[in-house]
Protein backbone atom coordinates (compact mmCIF):
# COMPACT_ATOMS: atom_id res chain seq x y z
CA UNK A 1 0.00 0.00 0.00
CA UNK A 2 2.93 2.11 0.47
CA UNK A 3 5.01 1.39 -2.36
CA UNK A 4 3.45 4.33 -4.41
CA UNK A 5 4.66 7.02 -2.20
CA UNK A 6 7.84 8.27 -3.74
CA UNK A 7 10.09 8.09 -0.16
CA UNK A 8 8.81 4.63 0.10
CA UNK A 9 11.44 1.94 -1.18
CA UNK A 10 8.71 0.34 -3.47
CA UNK A 11 8.07 -3.26 -2.54
CA UNK A 12 8.38 -5.55 -6.03
CA UNK A 13 7.26 -9.18 -4.58
CA UNK A 14 8.14 -11.88 -1.92
CA UNK A 15 10.98 -14.90 -2.82
CA UNK A 16 9.94 -18.04 -1.30
CA UNK A 17 12.85 -19.97 -2.10
CA UNK A 18 14.28 -19.71 1.69
CA UNK A 19 13.95 -21.00 5.03
CA UNK A 20 11.99 -17.45 5.76
CA UNK A 21 10.29 -15.38 2.64
CA UNK A 22 12.69 -12.69 1.67
CA UNK A 23 10.72 -9.26 0.50
CA UNK A 24 12.46 -8.13 -2.83
CA UNK A 25 12.43 -4.67 -3.46
CA UNK A 26 13.77 -1.74 -5.82
CA UNK A 27 17.38 -1.35 -6.37
CA UNK A 28 18.45 1.56 -4.32
CA UNK A 29 21.72 2.41 -6.22
CA UNK A 30 22.81 4.90 -3.35
CA UNK A 31 22.48 2.47 -0.68
CA UNK A 32 21.58 3.48 3.18
CA UNK A 33 21.72 6.46 5.01
CA UNK A 34 25.08 7.92 5.65
CA UNK A 35 26.44 10.73 7.07
CA UNK A 36 28.65 11.52 4.17
CA UNK A 37 29.29 10.97 0.26
CA UNK A 38 31.19 8.21 -1.24
CA UNK A 39 34.13 10.26 -1.70
CA UNK A 40 33.92 10.39 2.50
CA UNK A 41 32.81 14.11 2.40
CA UNK A 42 30.24 14.62 5.29
CA UNK A 43 26.77 15.82 4.15
CA UNK A 44 26.06 19.55 4.43
CA UNK A 45 22.98 20.65 6.17
CA UNK A 46 20.48 21.02 3.28
CA UNK A 47 20.82 17.39 2.70
CA UNK A 48 20.08 16.28 5.99
CA UNK A 49 17.27 19.08 6.20
CA UNK A 50 15.90 17.28 3.21
CA UNK A 51 16.36 13.56 4.12
CA UNK A 52 14.30 14.63 7.32
CA UNK A 53 11.81 16.20 5.45
CA UNK A 54 11.24 13.44 2.86
CA UNK A 55 11.00 10.75 5.26
CA UNK A 56 8.62 13.17 7.33
CA UNK A 57 6.35 13.01 4.76
CA UNK A 58 6.57 9.09 3.88
CA UNK A 59 5.33 8.89 7.90
CA UNK A 60 2.79 11.29 7.79
CA UNK A 61 1.57 9.66 4.73
CA UNK A 62 1.26 6.16 6.54
CA UNK A 63 -0.65 7.75 9.34
CA UNK A 64 -3.32 9.41 7.20
CA UNK A 65 -3.76 7.69 4.02
CA UNK A 66 -5.63 4.98 5.40
CA UNK A 67 -9.20 4.30 7.02
CA UNK A 68 -6.73 3.35 10.39
CA UNK A 69 -3.60 5.22 11.69
CA UNK A 70 -0.86 2.45 10.98
CA UNK A 71 2.23 3.11 13.22
CA UNK A 72 5.42 1.91 11.54
CA UNK A 73 7.60 0.90 14.85
CA UNK A 74 10.85 0.69 12.58
CA UNK A 75 12.27 4.12 11.69
CA UNK A 76 16.05 4.10 11.58
CA UNK A 77 18.77 4.56 9.78
CA UNK A 78 19.44 1.27 8.54
CA UNK A 79 15.95 1.74 7.19
CA UNK A 80 16.52 4.75 4.86
CA UNK A 81 17.55 4.02 1.58
CA UNK A 82 18.85 6.41 -1.36
CA UNK A 83 17.88 5.94 -5.36
CA UNK A 84 19.87 6.75 -8.03
CA UNK A 85 18.52 10.52 -8.16
CA UNK A 86 19.51 10.76 -4.32
CA UNK A 87 15.37 10.74 -3.28
CA UNK A 88 15.17 9.16 0.48
CA UNK A 89 13.12 6.07 1.04
CA UNK A 90 11.85 4.45 4.23
CA UNK A 91 11.37 0.81 4.27
CA UNK A 92 10.59 -2.09 6.30
CA UNK A 93 7.17 -2.13 7.31
CA UNK A 94 7.09 -5.87 8.78
CA UNK A 95 6.39 -3.84 12.34
CA UNK A 96 3.94 -1.82 11.23
CA UNK A 97 0.50 -1.69 13.36
CA UNK A 98 -2.78 -0.15 13.02
CA UNK A 99 -4.66 1.81 15.87
CA UNK A 100 -8.57 0.23 16.39
CA UNK A 101 -11.22 2.88 14.79
CA UNK A 102 -11.67 5.62 17.47
CA UNK A 103 -8.32 5.04 19.36
CA UNK A 104 -4.98 6.85 20.03
CA UNK A 105 -3.20 3.67 20.80
CA UNK A 106 -2.95 0.03 21.05
CA UNK A 107 -1.37 -2.75 23.24
CA UNK A 108 0.68 -4.93 21.44
CA UNK A 109 2.83 -7.88 23.65
CA UNK A 110 1.95 -5.33 26.19
CA UNK A 111 3.24 -2.24 25.05
CA UNK A 112 1.30 0.72 23.84
CA UNK A 113 1.76 2.19 20.75
CA UNK A 114 0.24 5.31 20.22
CA UNK A 115 -0.44 8.00 17.66
CA UNK A 116 1.16 10.77 19.66
CA UNK A 117 5.13 10.90 19.78
CA UNK A 118 6.04 10.34 23.39
CA UNK A 119 8.85 8.00 24.04
CA UNK A 120 7.24 5.54 26.32
CA UNK A 121 4.76 4.74 23.38
CA UNK A 122 7.90 3.91 21.56
CA UNK A 123 6.37 5.51 18.40
CA UNK A 124 6.97 6.35 15.16
CA UNK A 125 7.72 9.60 16.23
CA UNK A 126 10.02 8.73 19.04
CA UNK A 127 12.13 7.20 16.23
CA UNK A 128 11.89 9.92 13.85
CA UNK A 129 13.08 11.97 16.69
CA UNK A 130 16.10 10.00 17.57
CA UNK A 131 16.95 9.72 13.57
CA UNK A 132 17.57 13.25 13.44
CA UNK A 133 19.37 13.82 16.15
CA UNK A 134 21.80 11.19 15.47
CA UNK A 135 21.94 13.07 11.70
CA UNK A 136 22.81 16.49 13.28
CA UNK A 137 25.12 15.21 16.06
CA UNK A 138 26.67 13.06 13.37
CA UNK A 139 26.55 10.06 15.11
CA UNK A 140 24.20 6.99 14.37
CA UNK A 141 23.01 5.19 17.63
CA UNK A 142 24.49 8.15 19.92
CA UNK A 143 24.52 7.70 23.36
CA UNK A 144 22.96 11.37 24.88
CA UNK A 145 24.55 13.31 26.17
CA UNK A 146 21.85 14.79 28.52
CA UNK A 147 18.04 14.88 28.48
CA UNK A 148 15.21 17.33 28.21
CA UNK A 149 16.43 21.05 28.92
CA UNK A 150 20.28 19.68 29.68
CA UNK A 151 20.22 18.17 25.92
CA UNK A 152 18.73 21.08 24.32
CA UNK A 153 21.34 23.52 26.67
CA UNK A 154 24.00 21.47 24.94
CA UNK A 155 23.25 22.25 21.40
CA UNK A 156 26.30 23.87 20.45
CA UNK A 157 28.48 21.46 22.02
CA UNK A 158 27.10 18.06 20.47
CA UNK A 159 26.36 19.14 16.99
CA UNK A 160 28.04 17.90 14.43
CA UNK A 161 30.34 20.57 13.21
CA UNK A 162 30.48 19.44 9.19
CA UNK A 163 27.19 20.25 8.43
CA UNK A 164 27.99 24.07 8.68
CA UNK A 165 30.74 23.42 5.26
CA UNK A 166 29.50 25.80 2.65
CA UNK A 167 26.03 26.65 4.07
CA UNK A 168 24.55 30.57 5.19
CA UNK A 169 24.34 32.17 7.97
CA UNK A 170 20.52 31.60 7.81
CA UNK A 171 21.30 27.74 8.21
CA UNK A 172 22.34 28.08 11.93
CA UNK A 173 18.78 28.91 12.64
CA UNK A 174 17.00 25.97 10.69
CA UNK A 175 19.47 23.79 12.06
CA UNK A 176 18.48 25.17 15.80
CA UNK A 177 14.83 25.16 15.16
CA UNK A 178 15.11 21.26 13.62
CA UNK A 179 16.94 20.46 16.45
CA UNK A 180 14.10 21.56 18.63
CA UNK A 181 11.67 19.93 16.76
CA UNK A 182 13.12 16.71 17.25
CA UNK A 183 13.13 17.41 20.72
CA UNK A 184 9.69 17.93 20.56
CA UNK A 185 8.84 15.04 18.92
CA UNK A 186 10.73 12.87 21.47
CA UNK A 187 8.96 15.16 23.81
CA UNK A 188 11.71 15.56 26.58
CA UNK A 189 9.28 18.04 28.05
CA UNK A 190 6.03 16.56 30.15
CA UNK A 191 3.11 18.42 29.38
CA UNK A 192 4.21 19.71 25.59
CA UNK A 193 1.41 19.29 22.91
CA UNK A 194 1.69 16.51 21.44
CA UNK A 195 2.72 16.79 17.63
CA UNK A 196 0.74 14.83 14.82
CA UNK A 197 3.34 13.47 11.82
CA UNK A 198 1.02 15.99 9.97
CA UNK A 199 2.29 18.78 12.76
CA UNK A 200 6.00 17.44 12.09
CA UNK A 201 5.86 17.86 8.14
CA UNK A 202 4.53 20.89 7.98
CA UNK A 203 7.14 22.52 10.40
CA UNK A 204 9.83 21.11 7.94
CA UNK A 205 8.28 22.45 5.30
CA UNK A 206 8.08 25.93 7.03
CA UNK A 207 12.31 25.12 8.27
CA UNK A 208 13.07 24.52 4.65
CA UNK A 209 11.50 27.66 3.29
CA UNK A 210 13.62 29.67 5.50
CA UNK A 211 16.55 28.18 3.63
CA UNK A 212 15.01 29.05 0.29
CA UNK A 213 14.36 32.69 1.27
CA UNK A 214 17.59 33.59 2.80
CA UNK A 215 19.98 31.60 0.74
CA UNK A 216 21.64 32.27 -2.11
CA UNK A 217 20.41 30.90 -5.90
CA UNK A 218 24.10 29.04 -5.83
CA UNK A 219 23.26 27.18 -2.25
CA UNK A 220 20.02 25.62 -3.47
CA UNK A 221 21.97 24.14 -6.67
CA UNK A 222 24.05 22.84 -3.79
CA UNK A 223 21.44 20.91 -2.25
CA UNK A 224 20.18 19.60 -5.65
CA UNK A 225 23.97 18.33 -6.73
CA UNK A 226 24.68 16.58 -3.26
CA UNK A 227 25.87 13.03 -3.91
CA UNK A 228 24.33 10.53 -1.26
CA UNK A 229 26.50 7.02 -2.37
CA UNK A 230 28.13 5.47 -0.46
Known sequence: MMSSH???LKLLGCC????????????????PLKLEDMDGT????????????????????????????????????????????GTAKLS?????ISIPEGESSVYDDKVVYGVSVDPEYNGTGGELGLTWLSAIIGEFGFPFPGCGEELADQ???VIDSNIWNGESE??????????????RCIRFWPGQDVLTMIDVAKELKGIEELFKASSSEQDKEQIDQVNYSV
Not at 49 to 61: Q, T, W
Not at 92 to 96: A, Y
Not at 170 to 183: D, H, N, R
Open 6 to 8: KNV
Open 16 to 31: VEFYKPVLVCELAEKG
Open 42 to 85: PLPWSARLKIGKDIANAVAYLHTAFPRVIINRDVRPQNIFFDED
Open 92 to 96: SFCLS
Open 155 to 157: FMY
Open 170 to 183: ASAVQVETFFGLAL
